[in-house]
C-alpha cells in the first residue's frame, strides 16, 4: 500500500506564507508526476501546481509567482512554498502522485488534504 501525508497546513494572514509537504511512504518502486491541487467550499478542485520526476514544474495562473513546487527525491517527499497569501487561497490542500508499486500499474494516489486559512 502507499500513503501521502501532508503537513503544513494552518492559519495565516493574508501576504504570510506557508509550506506544505507531502510524504509518501510503502513499497514504492517509483515515483513519477506529483503535485498539488486545492479545493475550496462550493467549488471543484483545482490544480495549484505539478512537478515531474525530471523537475519541469507547471503552475496554475493565479499562483504564479507566488508559490514554488519542489521535490525530494530520496525523501519520497514533494514540497508547495506558498508566498504572499491571499484569502482566495483559502482551501483543502490535497497532494497527488503518480507512483509504481511493486507488481502493481503505475497509478495515482491523493493525501487525505490539509487546511489552509488565509485570513486577518
Known amino acids: 500500500q502507499v500513503q501521502l501525508v501532508e503537513s503544513g497546513g494552518g492559519l495565516v494572514q493574508p501576504g504570510g506564507s506557508l509550506r506544505l509537504s507531502c510524504a509518501a511512504s510503502?513499497?514504492?518502486?517509483?515515483?513519477?508526476?506529483m503535485g498539488w491541487y486545492r479545493q475550496a467550499p462550493g467549488k471543484e478542485r483545482e490544480l495549484v501546481a505539478t512537478i515531474t520526476s525530471g523537475n519541469i514544474t507547471r503552475y496554475a495562473d493565479p499562483v504564479k509567482g507566488r508559490f514554488t513546487i519542489s521535490r525530494d527525491n530520496a525523501k519520497n517527499t514533494v514540497y508547495l512554498q506558498m508566498n504572499s497569501l491571499k484569502p482566495e487561497d483559502t482551501a483543502v490542500y490535497f497532494c497527488?502522485?503518480?507512483?509504481?508499486?511493486?507488481?502493481?500499474?503505475?497509478?495515482?494516489?491523493w493525501g487525505q488534504g490539509t487546511q489552509v486559512t488565509v485570513s486577518s
Open positions: 510503502g513499497s514504492i518502486f517509483s515515483i513519477y508526476a
Open positions: 497527488y502522485a503518480q507512483i509504481s508499486v511493486y507488481g502493481f500499474p503505475t497509478r495515482g494516489y
